[in-house]
């Protein structure tokens, strides 16, 4: 019997499968359209098909992963629970005021998102504990049930409860969740210092909201699916992929749904990742370019960078996930004139129908995909392996009436509209790299998703970026990244220490603490020993500062180690971010902070013999593409990527087709193919 | 859209330069989170209170970090001010120059501290990076003239060729009420220049300076073709409108009067009978006003149009010298950001009757400001605690205002209260939306705030400015106004004099800011949302029958209080 391990990313137009065999590394690809209804359907059957297509009756499935965007679509479309909430008195208002700032400096149309809890439904108890703890006033039986009838009336499926400092005392929202619960029922019910238990009450209130506001929303998916897979015959515990690159159970995917809104993209950096330290690259910057949106983010030493304080659709959550940088630019992306004369292209995006003006299918305004058919560095006759037909003269005509208000050529005006994507695109990674304090060129660039391989070079070049890496798969990278992930669990709790002599012992015992948690949660899902493993770090800043810096402890230090360790782990980070230290001055932990993870084991992505340098083999042809760089159109020859075999080498200038991608290879640059079929895109010499 | 391409002589392609601007842009944002997150004044850390700009040679902005738009007027001039004070050839590289005066420093006020590097490339100048970070400090002071509002900073070099000038610095902070922390946040605004220096000098080793000046020269002239295209969009004519000016600091209300005239593609604001300076920190230097004046026109205009010195051509303004929006030395100018405030209101006032759809009824108009100062009882240490407060958005033509933020001329965050209990001996006892306070109308006006503040076991000193207290901000097109500013004292507790009171242990003070005006007439309100509002508890039932006319019946069950 061989054993099967199955990921299955579910996105809005297909559902990917990929499967692996355990024993041989044998990889497997099906694509069935998703069913937006009801996502479980296609999942579950996508994965069946795949199953008995691949793998035969008798396969055991060992390991099942699953994306979503089930999440990120309830508070896209704002479709989710019905929330009430309980703060503390005199602060119902506060989700609604967040930081006072209003959302655009200049343009007085703008509006807030959505407050998720109308105010009728936003009720106080007489609440309120001191930062250091001492209880200025506790909730009363009477009050908490009066509060919850009143609520209950009005029909709420969701409970939220926020007071101040629950973090450091969670004795009053659990009070309040449990007395709620018995006149509430079955309705969600959600605190803040478990969802996440650190200081700063509107983000720690924002998170708390979105996570009942998902609640109901994902636990009747899961709830759905769960049924799905076991009669498609998957009866291994399934798991979901968290915003943070770590996979949990459903069972505890359903209490903090919260972790689940970044699930996809996540995905995809979990998969690059993998790719790339297969290749043996553990310093990767994932380059994510789809049809209206782009995705980066930076892994170093094979560890994605994570934050705790990131916004998704407008909303706070200091949840950890990857720190994944989006731009509202892709293949997709509408170029325009403005009114002072400048081309912009973005945000504004012709989607996936009616498409680019090349589709044919009545958009007229050029995008990103147009200018690359004028160019011709996408097939200007057919995309997508012959089922997508391509009208360049429609491109053609677009960006031609695009050109005459520039007075620019057809063919400058197409470039140009290249490197406005090329410059935003490089906006983006220095987000991610130089203001994190990294250098873009020590990173090796992983390009994925439709547009990704088409546009890598050139930001590579923009970037000094020396090599670029396009997976043999750039379009279900997401659901290979699946296959790949290990389980994680992040644990936090805020306590604010001033590192002197005295602070070892409770420095000790908060992680301690969460050492124990962490242990508890090995043990619920089923984690052997020999598969834990414990990352610590701690949140740090000099007392004064309000911004903290994440240092990283390579290993849980002994007691008497652990506050040099931490000391000289915060000067080392604060030199690298802002160029100096100020040693004179105390130096404080807030949150103590430990990743769990149970290590699944990587499959061994089979490995292809050297087929030597010479690509004739999969040369299919020639076109002329226009090279900026030229200032003409170039004979470029055309490979096809399914027959390039490991050990083959390309020198640029070229295009190398696929089903669902497409990579230009830049004069003086070569691509080489290694052992795992990735393409290898390195400039050469005075390049 | 439309030809505006037409319109430019490029002298280098459209799309260098749009890709330039964007690094341009992406610099000046960078040094900002730098500073943000170095920084130790929970003024600059937390409420964001700085902005980083970058200039050229000649000392014109580029890019202004998109922080707090009356920094503009404050970075301004202090290039021009720094070359006039030095020749160029006296300027080194590795110099930092220091300044806050409002009239000879660059600043708009003297907690505003300005850092401005000169960037080098090649031995030649190139460009400025420099940014500015409201300082807490300068408290419990006189408010007659500028001479007792603190220290004077006159642009002087806090460091001399990579050396930083300790007997500068040891000046500064002997005046500074909290020196670690001025120390401190000095560190972080040296830091953000430095960035600023690298990222601009890898520019100019890509690109080269004098292809660079070419960018920026059309830079600037795409921002003014785009106010350009905006403005000739409105159509031509004077519009004056006039409105009121209250402070506590002030006998009477003042009265302010513009005459904004559109001619073509030109715009002129004409300040026109306005009262002479006075002895309070009431005025506004010229680049204050300009700030403002540019601030208030863009939002109409062309809001997306970048921030840099191209827009401000099209546009002239004028007031009086020694008049309260022009003035002269020594007048003191520690609270403009109020009269500022006023200031945008006359322009939205007037330019409401030339594009009505375009404009907001009066939004709360003010810059609440209360600052808690005292002896710590947990550390000994002297602290100072500011906040500045948001309040109602003014309504739109085809939608409500915005409840509880900041507008205008600023746009801070408020500090967490789990941020600032453990810091200062204060308790926040509510923070939340006032009802009645937003002006009723078809659209109604934005919500004012009550943020209630305890003092614990100390006595504590507070001073609290604001405005709207004897005006309310304006409805438009028959909308109502909105509620006024107000501070809700506990028993015992003195009225403040010019802004100026105590708290004893234990007791407490409310400030409530002003809502914002309605827009259209309240009986053309949806009903359903008059009862949204109702249930909600943002209205009053007497407000629905009175302003909309709606009698509540049953549905007056005030939710929020079954709680309580």
């Known amino acids: 019997m061989s054993t099967w391990r199955v990921g299955v990313d579910s996105g809005g137009t297909f559902t990917d499968v990929c499967l692996l065999e355990e024993e ?51 508070l896209i479309q704002r479709r989710g629970a019905r929330i009430g909430l309980i703060t503390s008195e ?96 079955d309705t969600f019910v959600t605190c803040s210092h478990a969802v996440c238990p650190e200081f700063r009450e509107f983000e720690r209130l924002s998170t708390t909201v979105v996570n009942a506001f998902l609640g109901p929303v994902i636990k009747g998916y899961l709830s759905q699916l769960a049924p799905r897979l076991a009669d498609a015959g998957i009866r291994v515990e399934p798991h979901i992929t968290q915003s943070n690159g770590g996979t949990i159970t459903f069972e505890t995917a359903s209490e903090l749904p919260v972790r689940t809104v970044l699930s996809g993209p996540s995905t995809g950096v979990i998969g690059a990742l993998e790719t790339a330290r297969a290749a043996g690259i553990e310093n990767i910057i994932t380059f994510d370019m789809g049809g209206t949106s782009t995705d980066v983010s930076l892994v170093e030493a094979g560890r994605p960078r994570t934050t705790t304080e990131a916004e998704v659709h407008g909303y706070p959550l200091k949840v950890p996930m990857i720190d994944i940088h989006t731009v509202g630019a892709g293949g997709g992306s509408i170029a325009d004139v403005d009114a002072g004369g400048l081309l912009k292209v973005g945000p504004r995006s012709a989607g996936a129908a009616p498409g680019p003006v090349c589709y044919g299918l009545g958009n007229e305004e050029p995008t990103v995909t147009d200018a690359n058919v004028v160019m011709q560095v996408l097939n200007p006759r057919e995309l997508l392996g012959g089922r997508m037909p391509i009208e360049r003269g429609k491109a053609v005509g677009a960006i031609g009436y695009l050109a005459g208000r520039l007075g620019l050529d057809i063919n400058e005006s197409a470039a140009g509209i290249i490197r406005v994507v090329t410059a935003s695109m490089a906006r983006a990674i220095r987000v991610i790299s130089v203001q994190r304090g990294h250098d873009p060129r020590d990173y090796c660039l992983v390009a994925f998703g439709g547009a990704g391989p088409l546009h890598a070079s050139r930001l590579a070049r923009e970037l000094e970026i020396p090599k670029v890496l396009v997976p043999r798969n750039p379009g279900i990278l ?40 962490a242990e508890a949660w090995f043990e619920r899902e089923g984690v052997a020993a020999e598969r834990r493993r414990l990352v610590a770090s701690a949140d740090m800043r000099y007392a004064g500062q309000n911004y903290e810096l994440n240092v990283p402890l390579p290993e849980l230090a002994g007691e008497a180690q652990l506050l040099d360790a931490l000391r000289s782990g915060f000067e080392a980070a604060h030199q690298r971010l802002y160029g100096y230290t100020a040693p004179e001055e105390p130096i404080e932990v807030m949150t103590f902070r430990i990743e769990a993870y149970g290590l699944v084991d990587k499959p061994k992505l089979g490995a292809a013999p050297d087929a030597g340098p010479d690509a004739a083999g999969a040369r299919i042809g020639e076109r002329e593409v226009y090279l900026p760089e030229l200032k003409d159109f170039v004979a470029c020859p055309v490979y096809d990527r399914e027959r390039l075999a490991a050990g083959n080498r390309i020198e640029g200038p070229a295009v190398v087709e696929q089903m669902d991608s497409t990579t230009l290879v830049l004069p003086g640059q070569s691509a080489t193919v290694d052992p795992h079929l990735n393409l290898v895109l390195e400039f050469g010499e005075g390049a | 859209m439309n030809d505006g391409a037409k319109g430019g002589n490029w002298t280098v392609d459209p799309v260098t330069v749009e890709v330039i601007g964007n690094a341009i842009s992406s610099i000046a944002e960078e040094m900002g989170e730098t500073l943000i997150r170095a920084s130790y004044s929970t003024n600059i850390k937390e409420r964001r209170d700085c902005s980083t700009v970058l200039f050229d040679a000649q000392g014109r902005t580029l890019y202004q970090a998109e922080h707090i738009p009356i920094h503009l007027g404050s970075l301004m001039g202090v290039v021009e001010a720094i070359l006039e004070r030095f020749p160029a050839d006296q300027i080194r590289e590795g110099d930092v120059f220091i300044g ?54 006159p642009p002087i070099r806090l460091q001399r060729a990579g050396e930083l000038q300790q007997d500068v610095l040891d000046l500064i902070l002997l005046n500074c009420q909290v020196p670690r922390e001025r120390l401190n946040d000095l560190r972080a605004q040296l830091a953000a220049n430095r960035f600023g220096i690298q990222r601009f000098q890898a520019l100019c080793a890509r690109y080269g300076t004098d292809f660079l000046n070419r960018v920026f020269d059309e830079l600037l002239d795409y921002a003014e073709r785009r106010m350009r295209a905006g403005i000739a969009e409105i159509p031509d004519g004077t519009y004056e409108f006039e409105d009121s000016f209250d402070a506590d600091e002030l006998d009477e209300a003042l009265n302010f009067r513009l005459r904004l005239t559109v001619r073509g593609d030109e715009m002129d604001l004409n300040f026109i009978d306005i009262p002479p300076q006075v002895r309070a920190g009431l005025n506004l230097v010229e680049t204050a006003l300009l700030a403002t004046a540019y601030y208030a026109v863009k939002t109409v205009v062309d809001p997306s149009a970048p921030p840099n010195a191209g827009l401000f051509r099209p546009i002239t303004v004028s007031a009086p010298y020694g008049s309260i929006l022009n003035s002269a030395p020594p007048g003191a100018v520690n609270g403009r950001t109020n009269t500022c405030q006023r200031v945008v209101d006359l322009v939205h006032g007037a330019l409401a009757q030339a594009v009505p759809e375009r404009l907001v009824a009066a939004c709360n108009g003010a810059v609440t400001s209360a600052t808690f100062t005292g002896t710590n009882p947990r550390t000994g240490e002297f602290y100072v605690y500011l906040e500045t407060l948001g309040g109602g958005f003014g309504a739109r033509a085809s939608k409500d205002g915005l409840d509880g933020v900041q507008v205008h001329v600023t746009n801070t965050s408020n500090l967490p209260v789990e941020g600032l209990e453990p810091e200062y001996p204060l308790i926040v006892e509510r923070y939340e939306l006032v009802r009645d306070s937003g002006g009723p109308g078809q659209w109604r006006g934005g919500m004012g705030i009550r943020r209630q503040i305890r003092a614990i076991d100390h006595q504590c000193r507070m001073f609290i400015y604001g405005t709207r207290e004897e005006s309310a901000p304006w409805g438009l097109f028959g909308g109502l106004e909105g509620g006024r500013y107000r501070l809700e004292r506990d ?33 053309r309100r949806d009903q359903a949302l008059v009862r949204r509002d ?13 302003a909309y006319g709606i009698e509540y019946g049953e549905e007056s069950d005030v939710a929020a209080k079954a709680g309580r």
Not at chain 1, 119 to 140: C, F, K, M, N, Y
């Open chain 2, 534 to 546: 109702l249930a909600e508890d943002r209205i009053s039932p007497e407000t629905a029958r009175r």
């Open chain 1, 24 to 74: 041989s590394g044998r990889l497997a690809v099906w694509k069935v359209p998703s069913t937006p209804d009801d996502p479980s359907v296609a999942i579950s059957g996508g994965a069946r098909e795949a199953l008995d297509r691949f793998a035969g009756d008798s396969a055991l499935v060992v390991f099942f992963g699953h994306g979503t965007t089930v999440a990120t679509n309830a």
């Open chain 1, 90 to 185: 005199g602060f119902r208002d506060l989700l609604e005021i967040g930081r006072q700032r209003r959302p655009d400096l200049y343009d007085l149309q703008a509006d807030k998102p959505e407050t998720l809890v109308p105010r009728d439904r936003r009720l106080e108890v007489p609440e309120r504990i001191l930062h250091d703890g001492a209880v200025l006033a506790r909730p009363t039986p009477e009050a908490i049930q009066a509060a919850a009838r009143h609520l209950a009336a009005m029909g709420v499926d969701a409970l939220a409860i926020c007071f101040l400092y629950s973090f450091r005392d969670p004795t009053h929202e659990r009070l309040v969740a449990e007395i709620a619960a018995q006149q509430l029922g």
């Open chain 2, 100 to 153: 806050n005066d409002a009239y000879t420093g660059g600043g708009t006020h003297l907690p505003d501290i300005v850092l401005a590097s000169p960037i080098y490339h090649e031995g030649a100048l190139a460009g400025w990076a420099t940014n500015l970070a409201h300082h807490a400090d300068f408290v419990d002071r006189g408010h007659d003239h500028i001479y007792q509002e603190g220290l004077r900073i």
């Open chain 2, 491 to 523: 028993p015992g507790v003195a009225p403040l004099v010019s802004g100026v009171g105590e708290l004893a242990p234990g007791q407490s003070v409310a400030v409530v800011t002003p809502g914002a005006g309605g827009y259209g007439p309240p009986e």
């Open chain 1, 478 to 517: 997401c659901a290979l990244g699946l296959l790949l992930t290990d389980l994680r669990h992040d644990l936090s709790v805020t306590r604010r220490l001033r590192l002197d002599e005295g602070a070892q012992g409770e420095a000790h015992e908060a992680f301690a603490s969460l050492r124990g948690d």
